[in-house]
């Protein structure tokens, strides 16, 4: 299914991240928190959660995207 081809990409794509970016998304999107509070936690400034959040998102959807791409031609 679809979804779940989705899901094993998103799997593999965050396991690729690196540690730091790994981090900074299980702690926007699994524990909740907000980007001021991501950046109180790792004393680093809001600007750079913005930018390392941005980056982290881009290189998920641009991996998805591949992956997805060569399972449809396999």
Same mark, same amino acid.
């Given at each position: 299914? +679809?979804?779940?081809? /989705?899901l094993a990409a998103l799997?593999?794509?965050l396991a690729d991240l690196s540690p730091k970016a790994? *981090?900074?998304i !299980? #702690? !926007?999107y699994?524990? *909740?928190?907000s980007p001021p509070e991501i950046a109180r #936690? #790792?004393?680093r400034t809001v600007n750079s959660i913005g930018v390392a959040l941005a /980056? +982290? !998102?881009v290189a998920l959807r641009d991996c998805i995207e591949r !992956? #997805?791409?060569?399972e449809a031609t396999t």
């Open positions: 299914w +679809a979804g779940d081809a /989705k799997t593999k794509c790994q *981090e900074i !299980r #702690l !926007r699994l524990r *909740e928190h #936690l #790792l004393s /980056k +982290a !998102r !992956r #997805l791409r060569q």
